[in-house]
């Protein structure tokens, strides 16, 4: 399957049905509030399709060219750093009520991780690293 035909199977299998429902509802149930909560959903379902080919054109195989083709078989850590991130605090007056908000600096870790793929068509073999932030 090459990618034009992968990328026009993925709009016609998720976009499609979602279309096609729009439509139905549209026609049918078209008043007011209707439209929107219909324009949210159809909004929705076009990120959720774009996620879906950006994440299988992200795990194309190098070699043989497939998508959605490399599979993470292993992963170790080899490197974590210190860093702070900003969290949302909110300040109270003397009833406990909040009252607003600011931000402060959190203490928390960048990790590296070394991340081992493997393709699930071919066997092509390839290592990344990724790295990650967590408060700690
Ligand atoms: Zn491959």
Redesign the pocket.
């Known amino acids: 399957m090459n990618e034009l035909i992968a990328l026009l199977f993925a709009i016609v299998y998720f976009g499609g049905p979602a279309v096609a429902w729009g439509y139905y509802w549209y026609t049918h149930l078209s008043e007011g509030e209707n439209r929107q909560v219909l324009f949210w959903i159809v909004l929705i379902v076009m990120e959720i399709t774009l996620f879906i080919i950006l994440k299988s054109f992200s795990r194309k195989?190098p070699?043989?060219?497939?998508l959605n083709?490399l599979k993470e078989i292993d992963r170790s850590n080899i490197g974590r750093s210190r860093t702070t991130i900003d969290e949302m605090k909110n300040i109270y007056n003397s009833k406990g009520e909040i009252v607003g908000s600011y931000d402060a600096p959190v203490p928390a870790t960048i990790y590296t991780d070394k991340v081992h793929y493997q393709?699930r068509?071919?066997?092509?073999e390839k290592e990344q690293e990724k790295s990650y932030t967590r408060k700690d």
């Open positions: 195989c070699k043989c060219g497939k083709a393709c068509f071919c066997g092509f």
